[in-house]
């Protein structure tokens, strides 16, 4: 991920708690007061859901990570019934029932809780929610933890993150975040930085960068050690992607070095706007496209 939303379901906290915890007592009181036999699946998953019920309503990674512990246990008990299992989970926390809008809190009502306006994983799509009479559409919400994989995260709010198609399908597809550790929006800190570079020699870059050379590049890399961040760079293929954008990087360079000059010069007794002459905010780099290169760029001014 390259924009950390830590804060972002914060306004959506309450409803979808209330929401969640509903929806898991409704199914205890079914189980409880259904007359006949139960099976061994049905019973399993009954017995599951009340012991992680606190753990699927928590916003902490260590109780999520808990309920994957616990659930990959009660699969493993299962043995060649675990499919069963697998269903009846998922069944209670049917996600696919949650997008359809027919009920009052619903993927759409989530989504306008949302504080992102940009994909959090690559930060050059927008991820915003609009609903009006000519049409809807929302970001995906991707489950950073697979809900096929794990279908009592399927609706735990701490593991939607809202983000654009690309990275959500056709990157991230079927990838384990369990298993293979991702830096994650929702939690961790930002550490991916880019910079410009021209070839392997460092002072040709200016003069690269003022003709507009091919031969400059976006480059992306991990502020600190880190294999999540080497997994999130590669999956969301961020080098490569950002490679493509070399022209928006280089125009926004040039804009603020010529900005830079302008200010210097005592020549001139203007006051200049920063903001308006480079149209962008470095205090709500958050909330533009690629924000976190302008931002990285803009810094690298000061460095």
Not at 43 to 49: G, L, P, R, T, V
Not at 237 to 253: P, Q
Not at 284 to 289: A, D, E
Request: glycine share 4%; hydrophobic share 40%.
């Amino acid at each position: 991920m390259i924009s950390s939303i830590v804060r972002n379901w914060c306004e959506a906290e309450g409803e979808h708690g209330i929401f969640l915890s509903k929806l898991m007592q409704k199914y205890f009181l079914a189980v409880e007061g259904f007359v006949g036999p139960k099976s061994v699946e049905h019973m399993a998953a009954y017995h599951f859901i009340q012991e992680v019920e606190k753990l699927v309503l928590s916003h902490e990674l260590n109780d999520i990570l808990l309920s994957i512990d616990i659930f990959n246990k009660y699969r493993d008990r299962m043995g060649a019934s675990n499919g069963q299992f697998v269903a009846e989970i998922g069944r209670v926390f049917n996600y696919k029932r949650f997008t359809a809008k027919t009920s009052k809190w619903n993927a759409y009502a989530l989504c306008r809780k949302s504080k992102a306006r940009i994909c959090p994983y690559c930060n050059h799509a927008y991820a915003f929610t609009l609903q009006s009479e000519n049409g809807d559409f929302r970001p995906t919400l991707d489950h950073f933890y697979f809900k096929d994989e794990y279908p009592h995260l399927a609706l735990t709010l701490y593991n939607l993150v809202p983000s654009c198609a690309s990275c959500n399908s056709s990157l991230k597809g079927e990838v384990d975040f369990y298993a293979e550790p991702h830096l994650n929006p929702l939690v961790d800190a930002e550490n991916i930085q880019f910079y410009l570079a021209a070839g392997d020699d460092p002072s040709v870059l200016v003069d690269a960068i003022q003709s507009k050379s091919a031969e400059v590049q976006v480059k992306a890399k991990a502020i600190r050690n880190c294999s999540k961040t080497e997994s999130s760079l590669n999956t969301f293929v961020i080098n490569e992607r950002y490679d493509m954008l070399s022209l928006e990087a280089i125009d926004f360079y040039l804009a603020k070095m010529q900005y830079e000059e302008a200010v210097s010069n005592t020549q001139f007794d203007f006051e200049f706007s920063e903001i308006i002459s480079l149209r962008f905010d470095r205090s709500k780099h958050s909330q533009y496209l690629l924000g976190k290169m302008f931002a990285d760029i803009y810094d690298s001014f000061s460095g």
